[in-house]
């Protein structure tokens, strides 16, 4: 019980979070890192978010979303030269621009970082790559590229951010928000170790995966506040 209560009081703040965060990026296609980190876009044009199939996805890989401009001499520049996309309402990263698999993926928070899920990609990978041999119980999962990846794998989704002054991209893990946190002279560092035991008592897989992305979300919003 008390783990279904943390879990909706995590999920409404996030929520509420979010949605002030996204709206300080106008309409338009951002056309170089910095329009995003000045929120100015330098492109406006009639876009359309399409959130892709499970079947697309699993066949042909890539990230979430794709736009589909009403004019289509626009679709070369969506694909390769844009960074981002806004709808007024939420801001859809390029992947391909931050060396992930192709197509768009949704920022969920905006900050010092944009926060995002996506695709396997090489930091994820080695991420888990590095931590299977410190176990010295092989990978768990086998290299992977592109297109090529299984379909299960490709609908799996690790969280990511953007540095939004440098534009280098990371893979979130709990090991990385502890290294960002310890060096924080405030009460949260305690505060997240305290999740950290609490989410370590949980036995259930799916509850633990589940209870640990939001304490990545939780914790990625307090750094954006």
Known sequence: MKHLIFLIIVIMTN????VMAQQNYPQGL?????????HQPSV??????????????SMNGGNDYKLEPADKTFKKTI???????SDGDSLYLNCKKFIF??????????????MFDACMSKLSQDYYKNMAESAMVGYLFGIIGGSLM???????????VV????????????????????KRNDAVYPEFQ??????????????????????VDKYIKYINQ
Do not use: C
């Open 79 to 85: 694909k390769k030269k844009a960074w981002a996309y």
């Open 101 to 114: 698999q192709p197509w768009y993926a949704k920022v969920q928070d905006a900050g010092d970082y944009l």
């Open 194 to 215: 305290t999740d950290l035991k609490a989410l370590n008592t949980i036995s259930n897989n799916e509850q633990f995966e589940r209870t640990e992305k939001l304490l």
């Open 163 to 182: 540095d939004s002054n440098s534009g280098f991209a990371y893979f979130v893990s709990l090991d990385y928000l502890d290294e960002i946190l310890s």
């Open 15 to 18: 929520w509420l979070h979010t």
């Open 30 to 38: 951002y056309m170089t890192f910095d329009e995003i980190k000045r």
């Open 150 to 160: 299984a379909a299960s794998d490709a609908q799996k989704r690790y969280h990511y």
């Open 44 to 57: 406006t044009t009639d876009i359309k978010v399409v959130k892709r199939t499970k079947f697309d996805i």
